[in-house]
């Protein structure tokens, strides 16, 4: 129960009279106020503190704010239109437009949920931004207005003030109400993301096209891939996973491969014209056998003909057939990138997540890549520590960079890069940008890449949609029944044929934000740097995630860059 109250009663209320054909009637009040948007909203809340509605911000990033809305009555045509912000002298922040945020539900719980976990009753929680223009409101339920201003980086700095305009109907007459806000730019300037950002897609986009299936590379599949390309652009992702040996075409003639890289190609030009690729991410050659967790032995995933067709498929790897194609498939690949120019882009995984019980196997073939195709490097989303040195891409998850953090500072002194990865785990008090979560532990997550001084972000659950997204977020999709957490396995939506963002992502945007202009302070005040981000980040599972005290600390580093 406290829990529950802890969301519910937020903060205090204004009552607005909605102003119905032009008499105010005290019978027909509608509750309009701003509220932080690091403030997740459930739709049972019914208690809020007037806030001043202000965003304060950087050139380069993004003004963003939270207005929410509640009435005693069923509001019908609701619209919210934007009096675009303007400085004294009249320049204006001419983009941005107010979105209505949608409610999905989280029906399953976590396996080990932490303290600040939120409750709704109901079950349902903000999180994707809708692109619809008009809402019918049913009473007693807060809905939330999400506002996203991009600032562009010759945005003189100031304040610009601005005004949302809410419309309807209630009770079958007319009303309209605004509140003003005021986005506050700082001089710093952020262009670019310096930390290295994956997020792992697929490509089947049947959800987008009313559940019939998209042919790879007709044009209707590009359409669809260039609005992910877009998002991950506008959301600092710089790496894109695909892979090889699935995308090439083969012909084999005994036992010698012909290998075409034609389709790979595409899509690597693809993304790069998107303006994506900073890196390539090979995607994994090889699993666990039978996709048990447990596995001694991992397969590799081998083309070869089945049913008059070349299909691929997972061999041991003492199996003649996998060390024939592979000791041609590396070398040619590694020509390729070479020819192509993306020799020094390129990263290959060998089977994720490995773990002691199979590291005898994944040496093995590691060993063998390495020995193949001995420029291309190596990485991996690991569990174990325990790999024989093999790789030049360090991703453990969160809590295993927690326990062997100083194996992996070693691992840097050495050269090598350390990244870290958050997915269905860790939970308990780990920052997760999971549903149930605060948005502002989805934020943190890049605190600790600057705090721990780690180079990348890895996440796998870009659009792994399942069933019905914008009707259930937490599925059970992993062998033994385990719970993936409510949207773990996306952050963006498929909807209404057209692909939107959530909540949780610009939560994601800002904190790679935060990241940049700690570096920057760091390279002007390093232990003001430190300090700042110690503020916030006490240890892996512990942080500051009072709201107010984050949007202080934020100001802060603001202003030291400002100076």
């Not at 997972?314 to 070479?338: C, E, M, N, V």
């Not at 002194?413 to 308990?428: R, S």
Request: charged residues 25%; glycine residues 6%; hydrophobic residues 40%.
């Amino acid at each position: 129960m406290k829990k529950i109250i802890r969301n519910i009663l937020l903060t205090g209320w204004i009552v607005l009279l909605a102003s119905c054909g032009g008499n105010s009637n005290p019978g027909e009040s509608i509750l309009f106020e701003y509220v932080d948007p690091l403030e997740k909203i459930i739709p049972e809340a019914s208690y809020f503190e007037p806030n001043e509605a202000l965003s304060e911000v950087v050139r380069g990033e993004h003004a963003t704010l939270q207005f929410v809305i509640r009435s005693k009555k069923n509001l019908e045509n609701v619209r919210v239109s934007l009096t675009h912000p303007a400085n004294e002298a009249g320049k204006m922040l001419d983009g941005g437009i107010p979105r209505f945020v949608g409610l999905v539900k989280v029906g399953r719980p976590q396996k080990t949920p932490p303290n600040d976990i939120i409750i709704s009753p109901s079950g349902y929680y903000p999180d994707p931004v809708y692109t619809d223009s008009v809402m019918d409101i049913p009473f007693d339920r807060a809905q939330t207005i999400w506002l996203s201003i991009p600032i562009p980086t010759e945005t003189s700095p100031g304040d610009y003030t601005g005004k949302v305009t809410l419309t309807g109907e209630i009770g079958g007459k007319t009303f309209s109400m605004d509140k003003s806000f005021v986005v506050k730019v700082y001089p710093p300037v952020v262009t670019e993301s310096t930390l290295w950002v994956t997020n792992w897609f697929h490509d089947d986009f049947s959800r987008l096209n009313d559940g019939k299936p998209v042919e790879r590379y007709s044009d209707q599949y590009w359409k669809y891939m260039a609005e992910m390309a877009g998002i991950m652009k506008a959301y600092h992702q710089n790496v894109i996973w695909a892979s090889p040996v699935e995308l090439a075409n083969y012909t084999i003639e005994n036992g010698k491969y012909t290998i075409d890289f034609t389709n790979f190609d595409k899509t690597i030009e693809f993304f790069i014209r998107e303006g994506v690729i900073g890196r390539i991410e090979g995607r994994q050659i090889a699993g666990r056998r039978d996709g048990l967790w447990l596995a001694k032995e991992l397969d590799m995933y081998v083309p070869v003909e089945k049913d008059g067709k070349i299909q691929v498929v997972p061999l041991p790897f003492s199996d003649q057939r996998t060390r024939s194609f592979y000791s041609q498939f590396l070398p040619a690949l590694l020509a390729h990138l070479k020819e192509k120019g993306w020799d020094k882009q390129y990263m290959q995984h060998i089977s994720d997540e490995p773990i002691d019980e199979h590291v005898k196997s994944y040496i093995e073939i590691a060993s063998f890549v390495k020995k193949m195709a001995p420029d291309i490097k190596l990485v991996e989303a690991c569990h174990s520590k325990n790999v024989d040195n093999l790789l030049d891409i360090w991703v453990p998850q969160l809590n295993y960079l927690q326990t062997d953090l100083d194996f992996y500072i070693d691992q840097a002194k050495k050269g090598k890069e350390v990244w870290l990865y958050i997915c269905v785990f860790p939970q308990e008090e780990y920052a997760n940008r999971f549903i149930q979560l605060p948005l502002l532990k989805g934020r943190l997550v890049h605190w600790l890449n600057y705090k721990y001084d780690i180079k990348g972000y890895l996440h796998w659950g870009f659009n792994h949609w399942v069933g019905d997204p914008m009707k259930e977020t937490a599925v059970v999709q992993l062998p033994g029944g385990l719970v993936i957490p409510g949207g773990d396995s996306w952050i963006i939506y498929p909807y209404k044929g057209k692909v939107i963002t959530s909540i949780r992502m610009d939560a994601m945007r800002d904190g790679l934000i935060d990241y940049e202009l700690l570096r920057m302070l760091e390279r002007k005040n390093p232990e003001k740097a430190k300090e700042l981000s110690s503020k916030v980040v006490f240890s892996f599972k512990l942080y500051d995630t009072n709201v107010a005290e984050f949007r202080a600390t934020r100001r802060e580093l603001m202003k030291l860059l400002s100076e």
